[in-house]
């Protein structure tokens, strides 16, 4: 049973209260562990591949992704003249992945019909000798789903930072391989056996070429997109339509996510969940940058960042 709008949920589940947002014919239920984004729908078609309130999260679906995205090579990393050591939360790769806070349980600040807001506070860990105070807020309105995301160094000491989330876009249909999609990157950085990149490739000419709307097929994908096309607006979008064009959505992010992730799903360890959603995951660095740079954030004490993406729904399959 899915709680109801504007209320929050008390029962004990793996994913800890959950609470519901609705307006004009959508909802959404975000999780108290990791602020989670577990369930969007509209008009009753579901627009995210999530899970039920009754499942533990897998495959990241939904999280919020605090303080780096992705992964960082062997969990290391030099920073102040001083090397890391995070615990290896990616054991089969030898990384650690995905940041600090996606576990945590978040508390709910504040929450109305439409719109709900969570703050954690990341204390210094194993390899993370700072203190970040983080928000993340929903909306849900006409233009759809609205999730923005704020960061805060608590510590003495400059810190390094990023942040991405992690849902997975539906097509409505079981696989998505009919489904056609857009992705505006005009450069990818292929990685080697552990997920980190070895460099930056242009698309053209090559299978991760998805500027123009694409069937999918049986492309295999894991990569990061960047040089992004940003439209009027300033956001990038990534557009996901059904084969019969009835059913589409559009994840967008500012610009304070230069990089997209495209993850198809292959190597998700429950094999009944492979390829059943496209994860779309905006990202304001890219993976191993503690160690790269590459989009790396340094927040000196005091200083705050927020980065905004959404997800449009289109029912009708329509753009515009």
């Not at 899970?51 to 992964?71: F, V």
């Not at 978040?106 to 709900?116: F, H, I, K, T």
């Amino acid at each position: 049973m899915e709680p109801t709008p504007g209320r929050a949920d008390e029962r004990r589940l793996p994913s800890g209260r959950q609470v519901t947002l609705a307006h004009a014919g959508c909802s959404v239920t975000i999780t108290e562990v990791g602020a989670s984004l577990r369930r969007f729908q509209c008009e009753g078609r579901d627009v995210l591949d999530g899970y039920t309130e009754d499942e533990m999260c897998t495959g990241a679906r939904g999280q919020s992704l605090i303080p780096w995205p992705n992964r960082i090579r062997e969990g290391r990393y030099s920073w102040g003249g001083r090397t890391e050591q995070l615990a290896l939360t990616e054991p089969e790769k030898g990384g650690a992945i995905h940041g600090l806070t996606r576990w945590a349980n978040w508390r709910l600040e504040q929450l109305s019909e439409g719109a709900a807001s969570f703050v954690h506070t990341q204390h210094a860990c194993q390899g993370w000798p700072w203190v970040l105070e983080c928000r993340i807020e929903y909306q849900l309105d006409d233009s759809g789903l609205s999730v923005r995301t704020t960061a805060v160094n608590r510590s003495a000491d400059p810190c390094p930072y990023g942040t991405g989330a992690h849902p997975y876009l539906t097509a409505g249909t079981s696989s998505i391989d009919p489904a056609r999609v857009q992705v505006p990157g005009g450069v990818y950085l292929p990685v080697d056996d552990q997920g980190i990149p070895t460099g930056r490739r242009r698309v053209d000419g090559t299978a991760y070429d998805l500027r123009e709307l694409t069937v999918l097929g049986d492309r295999r994908i894991d990569v990061t997109y960047t040089e992004l096309a940003r439209e009027d607006d300033g956001r990038a979008r990534v557009h996901l339509e059904g084969p019969d064009g009835t059913w589409a959505a559009a994840l967008w992010a500012d610009e304070a996510y230069p990089y997209f992730e495209i993850f198809t799903g292959d190597t998700l360890p429950q094999e009944d969940r492979r390829r059943t959603g496209l994860g779309v995951e905006p990202m304001t660095c890219t993976p191993n940058a503690f160690n790269s740079g590459e989009g790396l954030i340094e927040l000196g004490p005091g200083e705050s960042h927020t980065a905004v993406w959404g997800i449009e729904p289109r029912p009708s399959g329509r753009r515009g």
